[in-house]
């Protein structure tokens, strides 16, 4: 705002009610009030001047910072904004690396100690058998001491990789984790669009599996704390065992995926020796060479099938009993109900009982017993 | 009064000079925290990349130290749960085995074998089964074998591919073996043979 200005306009308006004395009078006195403001105008141009200099210079200060502290702006070169964002990034890829690598020892680490805890578990089991001979038991206790130490070394290392610190100074442990799950979808992601195309099928998935298992464990809150926990001094059978059951339940890969499959497993041999003992049971010639000829109880065939869930396991046992006497039903009967007694079956079922009078004077009957597991 | 007005101007200048001094005092600061924290980051990535470095480091002695061991696991769970049906792998496996227990006084023939399509298995990601039908015919030791060696399936020691046992079907009504009194019987055996690809 020009203060001459508006004391030019007060002029004109005071100008219009007054005599020509007057005005000379006036006009002198207002020569003089002017040649004052003038007078006091010129006393201060200088202050005036650096504030509006101020104001400039502040004005392309203010921008100048404003363009530093924003991420979008680079007419000044690279923004510290730009910059800190660019470091954070850098920061978060490298922990994320970092963390990538201690998560792949630590998941190698935990496939060698599943290894060797099975062995050292194969060789406790074998030591404390009764089958085993006394030369063999010796042998096999002397390789303890040495899987032992393999144990040792294989979980100090898994210990090590998941107790390296997760995130530095500036980085929460909670954006080191997610950068680093992204990290890892997006290597999967890349290696799985690379697949088809690839000449090496095998190598893609082995990397593919061992992204996933590193991925797998690094959302595994559970066994990480186990681990970091694991009492690694006083290395017991139990630690082992424990330790083990929580990496075949909680870890996803080939070697729990074999694991937790063998441990479903129907071993359908015991299921066979079971049938010989309780038919052994009924006739104590079954399985014999004169079986054949004086035996009562002959199987014809043996129908397992395993269902969707354990209750829908079933067997189906058909054969003939022969006796000279006519007690087919009997003898059918006692088989059924040792079935229903045994440990191994329950819920033996045979509706339909037959025999019949043959050529060589002996009672010829036909079995078909249907059995169900034991939950 | 002119002199008020002057003033009045000065004053609008000075506020206008204290906002904008204000404002850049307070961007200043802005600056000056965020040029700490760049120093911070610098100094916090430099230690970062040091550790990579040492991390990167022992990752590659850990995989020197134990790439022998590393690479024979691998390549025994490759055999024993494939990544892909392998049925061509799994047909020598069976027909070799059953071929190293026939002998004349202990005969025993894989007559068979049928494949039913790959199945996605709901309780393990990752874990597909493909039914696998196999006819022997063969002395009842023989028959014993067949199963005693399907059900160590998945074995580190013999590499024998995992599987599981769905069905045995065995007629007990033997055949003569070649004028012989070695009673033949026909079996046929169920299996899932499994492949894992997490993908």
Redesign the interface.
């Known amino acids: 705002m020009d203060p001459n200005s508006s004391k030019n306009t007060e002029d004109i308006f005071a100008n219009q009610n007054s005599t020509p004395e007057q005005n000379n009078v006036q006009n002198d006195g207002q020569e003089k009030v002017k040649e004052e403001n003038k007078k006091s105008i010129k006393k201060h141009p200088f202050p005036s001047l650096i504030l509006k200099l101020i104001i400039l210079i502040g004005i392309f200060s203010f921008a100048y910072m404003q363009t530093q502290l924003s991420v979008n702006f680079s007419i000044f070169g690279v923004s510290v904004a730009k910059e800190i964002q660019t470091l954070e990034k850098e920061l978060l890829d490298n922990q994320a690396q970092i963390n990538k690598i201690n998560l792949s020892v630590a998941v190698d680490s935990l496939n060698f100690f599943a290894l060797k805890a099975e062995d050292y578990l194969s060789h406790l089991e074998q030591i404390n058998s009764n089958f085993v001979t006394k030369n063999t038991k010796e042998k096999l206790s002397a390789k303890l001491p040495e899987i032992k130490n393999e144990l040792k070394v294989s979980i100090t290392t898994a210990k090590e990789a998941v107790t390296a610190e997760k995130s530095s100074g500036n980085i929460s442990e909670e954006q080191a984790k997610k950068s680093t799950e992204e990290k890892l979808t997006e290597e999967k992601l890349a290696l799985a669009s690379e697949l088809n195309a690839s000449e090496n099928k095998d190598d893609v998935r082995k990397k593919i599996q061992n992204l996933n298992e590193i991925l797998n464990l690094l959302n595994n809150d559970d066994l990480i704390a186990k681990i970091k926990s694991f009492d690694i001094e006083s290395l017991s059978e139990e630690s082992i065992k424990s330790l083990l059951e929580n990496i075949y339940s909680q870890q996803n890969n080939k070697l729990t995926t074999i694991y937790n499959i063998d441990k479903e497993k129907l071993i359908w041999s015991n299921v066979m020796h079971e049938i010989e003992i309780v038919t052994k049971g009924i006739d104590p010639l079954y399985g014999s060479a004169l079986s054949q000829n004086i035996g009562q109880i002959k199987y014809n065939s043996f129908q397992l099938e395993k269902g969707e869930n354990e209750q829908e396991d079933k067997i189906i046992v058909n054969g003939t009993i022969t006796t000279s006497d006519s007690k087919n039903f009997n003898i059918a009967s006692d088989l059924i109900d040792s079935f229903t007694n045994s440990t191994l079956f329950s819920g033996a079922k045979m509706r339909s009982f037959n025999k019949k009078f043959d050529e060589e004077n002996q009672y010829i009957g036909n079995f078909n017993i249907e059995l169900t597991f034991q939950n | 009064m ?2 008020t ?2 003033t ?3 004053i ?3 506020v ?2 204290i906002i ?2 204000g ?2 005092l307070y ?2 600061q ?2 000056v925290q ?2 700490s ?2 120093k ?3 100094n ?2 430099i ?3 040091e ?2 470095n040492n ?2 480091a ?2 590659i002695k ?1 995989k020197n130290d ?1 790439q022998t ?2 690479l024979k ?2 390549e025994k ?2 055999k ?2 494939p ?1 892909d049906e392998a049925i061509t792998d799994f047909n020598r496996e069976i027909e070799n085995f059953s071929n190293s227990l026939h002998s004349l006084s202990n005969p025993i023939f894989l007559e068979k074998m049928t494949y039913g399509s790959s199945k996605k298995q709901e309780k ?4 597909y089964i493909v039914p696998v039908s196999l006819s022997f015919q063969g002395t009842d030791k023989n028959f ?1 074998k067949i ?2 060696y399907l ?1 160590s399936s ?1 074995n ?1 020691e013999n590499e024998s591919r ?1 599987l ?10 033997g055949k003569e073996f070649e004028k012989s009194d070695i009673e033949l019987y026909d079996f046929e055996i169920n299996v899932n043979i ?1 492949l ?4």
Do not use: D
């Open positions: 002119k002199k007005q002057i009045i101007g000065a609008l200048t000075s206008i000079a904008v001094i404002a850049n961007n200043f802005k600056l965020a040029k924290t760049l911070n980051l610098t916090s990535n230690e970062l990349e550790n990579l991390t990167e022992k990752y850990f134990n061991e590393l696991y691998s769970f490759n024993i749960l990544s393990i990601n990752g874990l014993y199963i005693e059900e998945g580190l995992l599981e046992i769905t069905k045995i079907a065995i007629n007990w009504e499994y894992y690809s997490s993908i």
